[in-house]
């Protein structure tokens, strides 16, 4: 087989490598909270990180020069192999992780792997240690703290938001040219309706019917929906350059002679991280919904948004940063702030009034489930509060 040939082929592999294990970075929240299932999670996540993958090409200039020029010196002898070493040692540990069903990241595999090559073959006189240090080490050490700082910040606001918005839809009703707030007892209140010669369209009844109020409905899951999505598309943009450049490591391919083949180039690393999103994405995703903790709505927002901005403004400005490490500090400082939440109201309980040891067992662990009651809406769910 053409060493150019192999190593497209191991590009793609690695692509679909990512899309097995980073996935579930965006995802997770949306099934661990209890809004959908795995598999429609999974395809969710899909196919905003293939949108993501695909415009990708409108920012990644500045990634791909990084990825292909920025680590190793000038004057290495131009090697084929190269590409085909550092994309073979990151598909083994990626595709192990995401079987194994550990969240890693694709960045620190593939620096890690240039590394490896680069002082294998040439010594470290062969790798430009302060391009390393200043695009690739100093970005993926600071990401986290912005993250968890930014999840501090961001959190308190979403969960006071998210607490006036639970059991509350928005009912858009197209035909009836009316906005409809609903609330969890199902009374309703008309915030806009659009009138002709001085006449509303139509009367909204006072409660809800699900004859009356047909339309589009927005409530907290829709925004959870939407947030996990554009963490899914910052994913997508911040990583398909990466894979890609490594084409032009070493001249493995001479060189992305047009836009045409620049173009094929993204949009296989699109389509393969996808298929792998969809196929294999599952394990990774039950191992952070279920096995490292429980988030409801606001918490699920809180660490989407983060990540989301972070990863997209550190793709715009070509600096590679981990998904994995993002989402996981924005997790960490939210599960910092339940934590001194639950401390401080432990510690007001124990210094308040006695109640007995029944109301005292229910105080630390009762859960209860409390139902949207609007009949005309999507959001008919169970939500999960916890009593402290």
Not at 35 to 42: E, F, G, L, P, S
Not at 114 to 139: C, D, H, N, R, T
Not at 349 to 358: E, K, N, S, Y
Request: charged share 10%; net charge positive.
């Amino acid at each position: 087989m053409d060493l150019s040939i192999l190593t497209f082929v191991l590009v793609l592999l690695l692509a679909f490598a990512n899309g097995a294990n980073d996935v579930s970075k965006a995802i997770a929240t949306l099934v661990g909270s209890g809004v959908t299932d795995y598999r429609t999670a999974i395809l969710w996540g899909t196919v905003w990180t293939m949108i993501g993958a695909g415009l990708s090409g409108l920012v990644a200039a500045a990634m791909v020069k990084t990825f292909s020029q920025g680590l190793l010196a000038l004057d290495t002898p131009a090697s084929p192999i190269l590409a085909a070493a550092v994309l073979a040692g990151a598909v083994l540990w990626v595709l192990i992780s995401s079987w194994s069903g550990l969240p890693v990241s694709t960045t620190h595999a593939l620096t890690g792997a240039i590394v490896g090559v680069g002082l294998m073959a040439f010594g470290s006189e062969g790798l430009l240690w302060q391009g390393i240090g200043k695009k690739i080490v100093l970005p993926l050490i600071l990401s986290p703290v912005l993250a968890l700082t930014a999840s501090v910040l961001v959190h308190p606001l979403v969960r006071t938001l998210a607490a006036r918005w639970e059991g509350t839809c928005l009912c858009v009703m197209p035909t009836a040219k009316a906005l409809v707030m609903i609330d969890m007892h199902g009374a309703t209140r008309t915030l806009f309706q659009a009138t002709g010669l001085g006449r509303p369209v139509v009367a909204v009844p006072a409660q809800c019917d699900r004859a009356g109020l047909n339309g589009l409905t927005v409530g907290l899951d829709s925004i959870h929906w939407c947030s996990s999505g554009l963490a899914s598309l910052a994913r997508g943009t911040n990583d398909a350059p990466k894979i890609a450049a490594i084409l032009l490591l070493g001249s493995a391919i001479p060189s992305w002679s047009s836009m045409a083949s620049h173009s094929a180039a993204l949009i296989g690393v699109a389509v393969a991280m996808g298929v792998g999103s969809y196929l294999a994405g599952i394990r990774v995703t039950k191992v952070l919904a279920e096995k490292v903790t429980r988030m409801d709505h606001g918490e699920g927002l809180s660490a989407n948004l983060t990540t989301s901005s972070l990863v997209m403004v550190s793709a715009v400005m070509g600096l590679p940063v981990s998904t994995t490490h993002v989402s996981s500090s924005a997790i960490i400082g939210i599960g910092l702030l339940n934590g001194a939440r639950r401390r401080s109201m432990d510690d007001r309980a124990r210094h308040g009034p006695r109640v007995g040891p029944h109301a005292s067992c229910f105080r630390t662990s009762f859960r209860t489930r409390l139902r949207c009651t609007c009949p005309s809406c999507f959001c008919k769910r169970s939500h999960s509060f916890s009593m402290m």
